[in-house]
């Protein structure tokens, strides 16, 4: 499974140096957005837009996957469509060509005639990305191919992508918004089981040069099968010196003020959640953007929870970081089940975490896959059985 999660890991740098590359001209970055059609719309926003590089970023993963396992690309789902409409009206599939030339052709029809732009994407979707994490020489698990199927969120928080903040100041050590919030997610579950085994989280746009303005991302693995349980957070800096980022005084507030809980959540939440958030957590309840970075900002320890209750994340949002959070010993549960759990004396570690191998059933469009009852993500079992019982008796405490 080291190959497997090898590739994955370079899938994902690819597709970073795609999001990056897409961000350079300012110009080009506004031929590549594209309104989503009302049945792919995620109704938490009142327009959502996808981009051509959520697409090729999604074709890139599908390509590369497919060339290296022959047969694994025909079980990558995501969030996008590969048709895209350009000005002219016409539908092109977008995917990746044999040659660099091929590919450029391709997307020169997508944008309008600009072979400039065409040209500066094909070479980013066709580059060789030469990646190394020893860390990875640790894996050795073997998961029978046929029985694996890949979630890709090409560019979690689109909406951050496009508007580009890039100077947002962190607040003990999470940013509420910003490129910061913006990431690449690929999960492998088990196609029988529905259980997540193998996740990638890569931020593109993780610390930006003040000299070059350029950015320089990071990212984050995790495997759990069966007995094995392994991150990339189980090594050293000395270990894993390509994927270190010093990130300072960014101090865990999880593990610095144990006081009370610190939780992560959206600032769309519902009030009821929120009043019951503050009083379990005070100054420790945070918002940020993006559910992938919610969830990265629960597996580097910086808050304890990610608790969400709409239905507005999906399979392709949660499948990577949950495999990581497992991997570290904590997961991720249907919010509205552990609500009947814990009301009904029941313990939470008797839950079932999400599936990602079954539909909602009588949905349409991206709403078949999403995450129905809500989520909370959590590190530590204890800590979340803990954690309930206090925030269910303020929610119901008026």
């Known amino acids: 499974m080291s190959e497997i999660l090898q590739e994955l890991l370079r899938a994902s740098e690819k597709a970073a140096c795609i999001a990056r590359a897409c961000r350079q001209e300012e110009a080009l970055f506004q031929l590549l957005i594209e309104e989503k059609k009302e049945d792919e719309k995620n109704k938490k926003f009142l327009t959502d837009f996808k981009t051509l590089a959520d697409v090729l970023v999604q074709e890139v993963v599908k390509h590369d996957l497919g060339k290296k396992f022959p047969g694994l690309e025909q079980n990558v789902r995501g969030e996008e469509s590969n048709k895209f409409t350009n000005e002219h009206g016409e539908k092109i599939i977008v995917k990746v060509c044999p040659t660099e030339e091929e590919t450029a052709s391709l997307l020169q029809k997508v944008l309008d005639n600009n072979k400039s732009a065409a040209k500066t994407l094909a070479r980013a979707v066709h580059q060789e990305v030469t990646l190394t994490d020893k860390a990875l020489n640790a894996v050795n698990v073997s998961i029978p191919l046929d029985n694996i199927a890949v979630w890709v969120d090409p560019i979690d928080s689109t909406y ?3 508007k580009g ?3 947002i100041q962190p607040k003990k050590g ?3 918004k910003g490129l910061q919030c913006v990431t690449v997610l690929i999960g492998v579950f088990l196609i029988d089981t529905g259980h997540p085994v193998m996740g990638v989280i890569n931020q593109p746009f993780a610390i930006k040069d003040p000299i070059t303005l350029s950015w320089k991302g990071q990212w984050y693995w995790g495997l759990s099968y069966k007995e094995s349980n392994i991150c990339s957070l189980h090594f050293s800096a000395t270990e894993n010196p390509d994927n270190q980022v010093d990130r300072g005084s960014q101090l865990s507030a999880a593990a610095t003020e144990k006081n009370s809980y610190a939780t992560v959540t959206s600032s769309a939440e519902s009030k009821d959640v929120l009043r019951a958030l503050s009083k379990v957590c ?10 992938g970075y919610k969830c990265l900002c629960v597996i ?4 304890d929870f990610y608790v969400f209750s709409e239905d507005t994340t999906f399979k392709w949002d949660s499948c990577a970081p949950h495999a ?3 991997s570290l010993g904590g997961g991720m549960l249907d919010l509205s089940e552990c609500i009947k759990s814990i009301n009904q004396n029941e313990k939470l570690c008797a839950r079932p975490h999400i599936l990602y191998n079954s539909e909602v059933q009588g949905a349409k469009g991206a709403d078949r896959w999403a995450n129905k009852g809500g989520l909370v993500a959590y590190r530590s079992e204890q800590h979340l059985e803990s954690f ?6 303020k929610f119901f405490t008026k």
């Open 160 to 162: 951050q992508y496009i």
């Open 165 to 167: 903040s890039d100077d």
């Open 174 to 176: 999470i940013y509420p």
């Open 282 to 291: 005070g100054e420790n309840l945070h918002f940020a953007a993006g559910a």
């Open 300 to 303: 580097q320890d910086l808050v």
């Open 324 to 326: 990581i959070l497992k």
């Open 388 to 393: 309930m019982n206090i925030f269910i008796k």
